[in-house]
């Protein structure tokens, strides 16, 4: 049973591109978070999705970012016209419930760099 | 906001002793408290989770204390090994509904041989 898969596992963009995250959650898991590390700085809860449904995004910036959990196909976020801000690294995590203390179970994450 | 402090500093600890890290945290308790491990270029790995309610865990050579008087979280790593060496996050989960925690950024601990 492979375990969340993150692509790419780094990508750069220049200033004014698009990034694409792709997260592959665990089998069986309908449940995906996304995070956002900075350096020296804790992960960050950008938002939660059910398959096709957002269900809590209040850790995403509203502008320029998105994310999507279709029904079939892996989750994607997505950054709109990259800022050197968005350097950072991105972790997907899922869980096969979103019961109250369930675990998560993380991917390797997305080292983005913007140039 | 809540506000999370783990030991910013890195801890070094010799083989076989006991290591100790803290989180302690401001406002409410949450209704849950986790700890993962972090290896450099790595995804967090999930060790323990321990409710309000709760004082004590255990799994293997790990222990996780709650004190949710004293707003803290101990993390005891016993007969701890050179492969022990790694960032050890907590986690508050408040969400009481699915995994939104919020991160503290984590103590870095060295096991030296």
């Known amino acids: 049973n492979a375990g969340v898969m993150q692509n790419p596992r780094h990508l750069v963009r220049r200033r004014g591109q698009e990034a694409r995250l792709r997260c592959s959650p665990m089998?069986?898991?309908?449940?995906v978070y996304w995070y956002r590390q900075l350096p020296e700085e804790g992960l960050k809860f950008m938002v939660y999705?059910?398959?096709?449904?957002?269900?809590?995004e209040s850790g995403m910036p509203k502008e320029r970012f998105s994310a999507e959990f279709p029904k079939e196909g892996p989750s994607i976020l997505r950054i709109q016209q990259v800022v050197r801000g968005d350097s950072a690294a991105y972790f997907c995590?899922?869980?096969?419930?979103?019961?109250?203390?369930?675990?998560?179970?993380f991917g390797q994450g997305t080292r983005l760099t913007v140039v | 906001s809540q506000k999370i402090e783990q030991n910013s500093e890195a801890l070094n600890i010799q083989e076989g002793k006991t290591a100790t890290l803290t989180c302690n945290y401001t406002?409410?308790?949450?209704?849950?408290l986790q700890w993962y491990r972090q290896d450099p270029g790595r995804g967090p790995v999930f060790l323990l989770l321990?409710?309000?309610?709760?004082k004590e865990k255990r799994k293997e050579r790990l222990k996780v204390t709650f004190d949710t008087t004293l707003k803290q979280s101990l993390f005891h790593i016993t007969a701890s090994q050179p492969a022990d060496s790694a960032t050890y996050l907590c986690a508050l989960d408040y969400s009481g509904g699915y995994q939104k925690v919020t991160f503290g950024t984590g103590t870095k601990l060295q096991v030296i041989p």
């Open positions: 089998k069986g898991h309908s449940h």
């Open positions: 406002n409410y308790s949450p209704a849950y």
């Open positions: 995590a899922s869980s096969p419930s979103g019961q109250e203390g369930t675990e998560a179970f």
């Open positions: 321990i409710r309000e309610n709760e």
């Open positions: 999705l059910q398959k096709e449904n957002i269900i809590d």
